[in-house]
């Protein structure tokens, strides 16, 4: 069974710069949610994805988009990438099945940095 | 907003029984309760969760009070690499309310 990686592990980008994170679920996991984590806090709910629909969105600005493809992968898109941005991102995979949305398996995450 | 309160912090001496807190008094009646850690600059790790019953797994032990108000989350013998932020949740198991809330979460340290 293949975990949940994330791509790539550390990145810095210049203010106003756009950003691509990546991340490959765990096999048979249909939902991906995207959490912000700033240093010494816990994450916070980004958005999450389940049959490439955006399915929940957390108190986040529209210059943060997602992506989920066919095969479950999935993107996180920053736009005009403020200082504030700096942060561990954080991709989790999950199941759901009819109502029911299983527990959530993070990957290693993405350090990002804006300077 | 978490919908949890957890002591900011708590120790225990390695090979010791390690019992984490956590008070949950608003929870509804169709929310879980979830436990994940998270070691040093890793993503979270799932522990454990569960409804109203107690659950065990080979990670840790989960004891819910009856009025599902508040739980503990056991590790029966504690080593140095369960240091880590403790994360108890609730949550719901349907759409947006899937999503993981995370508060502050508890910091325990092992010590030798």
């Known amino acids: 069974e293949t975990g949940v990686t994330q791509s790539p592990t550390h990145l810095i980008k210049t203010r106003g710069q756009q950003v691509t994170l990546r991340c490959s679920s765990q096999s048979g996991h249909n939902t991906v949610s995207w959490y912000q984590q700033a240093l010494g806090q816990g994450p916070q709910f980004i958005f999450q994805?389940?049959?490439?629909?955006?399915?929940g969105r957390g108190n986040f600005p529209p210059r943060f988009s997602g992506l989920q493809f066919p095969n479950y992968s999935s993107e996180l898109n920053v736009n005009a990438l403020e200082l504030d941005d700096s942060a561990l991102y954080l991709c989790?995979?999950?199941?759901?099945?009819?109502?029911?949305?299983?527990?959530?398996?993070f990957g290693p995450g993405t350090r990002l940095t804006v300077t | 907003d978490a919908k949890t309160t957890q002591p900011p912090s708590m120790d225990c001496a390695e090979g010791r029984a390690a019992n984490l807190p956590c008070n949950h008094s608003t929870i509804s009646g169709n929310e879980y309760v979830y436990w994940y850690r998270q070691i040093h600059s890793q993503g979270p790790q799932y522990i454990i969760h569960?409804?109203?019953n107690n659950e065990t797994n080979e990670m840790a032990s989960l004891i819910i009070t009856e009025d599902r108000k508040s739980s503990t989350l056991i590790l029966p013998h504690a080593t140095l690499r369960d240091t880590a932020v403790y994360y108890c949740i609730v949550r719901g198991l349907g759409g947006a309310n899937s999503k993981l809330t995370f508060g502050k979460g508890i910091t325990l340290s092992v010590r030798p």
């Open positions: 989790a995979s999950s199941l759901a099945q009819g109502s029911s949305s299983y527990e959530q398996y």
């Open positions: 994805y389940y049959r490439e629909e955006e399915n």
């Open positions: 569960g409804l109203k």
